[in-house]
């Protein structure tokens, strides 16, 4: 199975733009459907983005939806998302998941989980 590690984190101002990527090795990083989740102290990892395994469908959840935009290159073993117009609120440490199955919004439905990177936005 894959092997994942996120990059790209780190302390930023409202309003600025990020791009987290999520290196994958060891598998067949084209045959899982990808997610991303963001968790911070006392909370629940909630969900953020996912994408299929072709990259052909994209899923968000709504306080994100026309900022963050999620992506994928096969050839390159890596998911990215990329953050735009970042608010204090998004501040997380970001997840990347990978799932044999559909994507969806359930961190429960991933079986694969990276390390994590901190995402700190100051107002």
């Known amino acids: 199975q894959v092997h994942l590690t996120e990059s790209g984190g780190g302390l930023m101002q409202a309003g600025d733009s990020l791009r987290l990527s999520c290196a994958a090795s060891?598998?067949?990083?084209?045959?899982?459907?990808m997610g991303w989740f963001r968790q911070t102290p006392g909370k629940e990892r909630e969900f953020v983005a996912s994408?299929?395994?072709?990259?052909?469908?994209?899923f968000y959840e709504d306080s994100v939806k026309g900022r963050f935009t999620i992506s994928r290159d096969n050839a390159k073993n890596t998911v990215y998302l990329q953050m735009n117009s970042l608010k204090p609120e998004d501040t997380a440490v970001y997840y990347c998941?990978?799932?044999?199955?559909?994507?969806?919004?359930?961190?429960?439905?991933?079986?694969?989980w990276g390390q994590g990177t901190q995402v700190t936005v100051s107002s």
């Open positions: 998941a990978a799932t044999y199955s559909r994507p969806t919004s359930a961190p429960e439905d991933y079986e694969i």
């Open positions: 060891g598998g067949t990083f084209s045959s899982y459907s």
């Open positions: 994408i299929t395994w072709a990259g052909s469908t994209t």
